[in-house]
């Protein structure tokens, strides 16, 4: 991203914060209906000394338990279903059944199986991150060209573990890494739903709904939305980056900067 991009995205960030701070100012007035911009930034300083970190941390570990099983999951079964034919006729009713139900659906059930543990949170996270995983590993695994395969197979490749090694999971790799990049940002998302519900004792859900709202502190609330904002966006850079800069550069025709 060149200096001139990054300057644009800044001065768009500094005018809608003095905007903010505008009409929280002088046309709203009222700070528990929206709170200026500089009483959110007082508001970091003060969570930052009490319990930011904490919830920082428990919301970061649910997301990541949840994102471990949806990949652990995801993967393997959309690749099975991608590659074999027989497979897939078997699991797609299952996965069509379960896939249109939303993950907040499964909160009183995973207080249920896992009671108010972290791996209740852990398991609505899964929820929403496993069937965009599965559904793009299906995806690339089905879209494999025949020719690709042929090829491979001309080649010695004959067996269905080779042909996987070789030809198909590589091609299905940008489809798959589309797949984790969606999962993880409904997952985040889950992460606020889940702990919303109170399936945990802190978290940046947890403390947003169950504390902030209900002791009317609207500039620690926002607070943590904008928390969330900007780490869903540095997860989202670091995995693209990660993944352009390492996996995908034998694409033909891919231009990274």
């Not at 060149?2 to 995205?9: M, N, P, Q, T």
């Not at 991150?129 to 010695?156: C, H, M, S, W």
């Amino acid at each position: 991203m060149s200096l001139r991009v990054k300057a644009r995205g800044l001065v768009s960030l500094a005018a809608a914060a003095a905007l903010w701070q505008v009409l929280a100012d002088f046309l709203v007035r009222n700070s528990f209906i929206l709170p200026s911009f500089l009483d959110v930034a007082k508001a970091y300083t003060r969570l930052a000394e009490t319990v930011l970190l904490q919830d920082l941390a428990v919301s970061l570990m649910h997301f990541a338990l949840g994102l471990a099983m949806g990949l652990m999951v995801g993967v393997p079964v959309g690749s099975l279903m991608g590659w074999s034919r027989i497979m897939d006729q078997i699991l797609d009713p299952l996965i069509e059944i379960l896939r249109p139900i939303p993950p907040i659906a499964w909160v009183p059930l995973a207080i249920v199986w896992f009671h108010l543990t972290h791996f209740s949170a852990g398991f609505i996270v899964f929820i929403g991150a496993v069937f965009p995983i599965l559904i793009n590993a299906y995806t690339g695994f089905r879209g494999v060209e025949k020719r690709f395969v042929e090829a491979a197979q001309v080649l010695g490749c004959l067996r269905d573990w080779d042909l996987v090694r070789a030809v198909a999971f590589p091609y299905a790799s940008p489809s798959i890494l589309a797949g984790v990049r969606i999962g993880m940002g409904v997952g985040w998302m889950c992460v606020v739903a889940a702990e919303i519900f109170g399936v945990s004792e802190s978290g940046l859900g947890f403390r947003i709904f169950q504390r902030f709202y209900y002791l009317h502190q609207t500039d620690n609330l926002i607070a943590y939305m904008i928390l969330l904002g900007l780490l869903a966006l540095l997860m989202d850079w670091g995995f693209r980056a990660l993944t352009e800069r390492m996996w995908l550069r034998w694409r033909v025709g891919a231009f990274i900067p």
